[in-house]
């Protein structure tokens, strides 16, 4: 994705085939306004208010390389993702257990269909705490109940993510 909002705005003319027009219709600003943001003559208002410079990079965002986001988000839900997080743990287990909620680092692959819910979680609009949900129970199945050999009845809760990244294998 281009750095500058420069870079950006050169990518949504040439998305547009050139017209500053149709890039101001796109933005809610006049055609005249894209003008001034192209040519930036000294003295001039050349720079897009931080409003408009937001809306630039969504719009951006949203258009770029979408068959390349096509092909990760398949290469994902088919092969799975590699999960790593420092986040608070806590959950319900039996009595001679501590409950007490910790935090850990946790390096994990999630399989597919774990995958799967996430992304039609994001589709659905799921909030961030439905998608805490998901993963916490993905983690939970992962690392305490090791894949499903032990600690059956353990309910797992993720409560404070302190980072979270994803990775392809």
Do not use: C
Not at 18 to 44: C, D, E, F
Not at 48 to 69: G, N, Y
């Amino acid at each position: 994705m281009p750095a500058t909002t420069a870079d950006r705005l050169k990518a949504l003319l040439r998305w547009e085939r050139g017209s500053t027009l149709r890039v101001a219709a796109v933005l809610g600003v006049s055609q005249r306004t894209v003008q001034r943001w192209i040519t930036r003559k000294p003295g001039g208002r050349g720079r897009p208010s931080p409003r408009h410079d937001q809306k630039i990079a969504e719009l951006v965002q949203a258009r770029w390389q979408p068959r390349i986001r096509a092909r990760r988000r398949a290469a994902a839900e088919k092969g799975g993702v590699v999960v790593h997080t420092r986040a608070r743990f806590g959950f319900k287990a039996g009595p001679a257990s501590s409950d007490d909620p910790r935090m850990r680092r946790i390096t994990g692959r999630l399989n597919p269909t774990v995958t799967q819910q996430i992304f039609a979680a994001l589709d659905a609009g799921a909030s961030e705490k439905q998608h805490e949900l998901i993963i916490g129970r993905a983690l939970g199945h992962l690392y305490f109940r090791d894949a499903g050999r032990r600690a059956h009845g353990l309910h797992v809760t993720l409560l404070d993510i302190d980072f979270i990244e994803f990775g392809l294998q």
